[in-house]
Antibody, heavy 123, light 108 residues
């Protein structure tokens, strides 16, 4: 059974870089049938899509975050990662990684989710 | 595409029918719309994809419908475990994806 697990610092200082890793177990990240993505949820708020990556390295980002976001994949470790630069308090959220179904060579809906990890941006 | 969900909160009793709305700012002609359920402290769970297809293991009391700009999630008879927050998500404009703001279904 496929599982995803987020990991990374729970506290980041303002202006620093928020970095998280998602480890995939029970399946290969190198499947051509799926995309892998990041979503976040600020406390008491709704879901915000951050971006996706295919194991081939193809990426897509939310336009509102594009200038600060990088998603990368490490197939040798069965992991993909998120980097968000110049963090502010507005980036405080639970960050989820997820596997997306691929539809006509594009990402679509989120099939399997990690449990999420809370990252606070504070001095 | 901006997705607007209504109402923000729905107060109902177990056994009642719940009707949740998701309105799109532009037509989703593909009907590429999904619904998720999120309980407190948990990750969202996929309920419905392609407007009306139930995901694996989802009870048949959950159904989705709609077209163009208006989509509906219906829970035919609320069970105690159905009280949660529900989100719609469009992938018509994939690779750009968007979520609605959510509807909370609470106990009346």
């Amino acid at each position: 059974q496929l599982q995803l697990q987020e990991s990374g610092p729970g506290l980041v200082k303002p202006s620093e870089t928020l970095s998280l890793t998602c480890t995939v177990s029970g399946g290969s990240i190198s499947s051509s049938h799926y995309y892998w993505g990041w979503i976040r949820q600020a406390p008491g708020k709704g879901l915000e899509w951050i971006g996706n990556i295919h194991y081939s390295g193809s990426t897509h980002y939310n336009a509102s975050l594009k200038s600060r976001v990088t998603i990368s994949v490490d197939t040798s470790k069965n992991q993909f990662s998120l980097r968000l630069t110049s963090a502010t308090a507005a980036d405080t959220a639970v960050y989820y990684c997820a596997r997306l179904h691929q539809l006509v060579s594009s990402p679509s809906y989120f099939l399997i989710w990690g449990r999420g990890t809370l990252v606070a941006v504070s001095a | 595409i901006v997705l607007t969900q209504s109402p923000g909160t729905l107060s109902l009793s177990a056994g009642e029918r719940a009707t949740l709305s998701c309105r799109a700012s532009h037509s989703i002609t593909s009907r590429y719309l999904a619904w998720y359920q999120q309980k407190p402290g948990q990750a969202p769970r996929l309920l419905i994809y392609h407007t009306s297809n139930r995901a694996t293991g989802i009870p048949d009391r959950f159904s989705g419908s709609g077209s163009e700009t208006d989509f509906i999630l219906t829970i035919s008879r609320l069970e105690p475990e159905d009280f949660a927050v529900y989100y719609c998500q469009q992938y018509h404009t994939s690779p750009a994806l968007t979520f609605g703001g959510g509807t909370k279904v609470e106990v009346k």
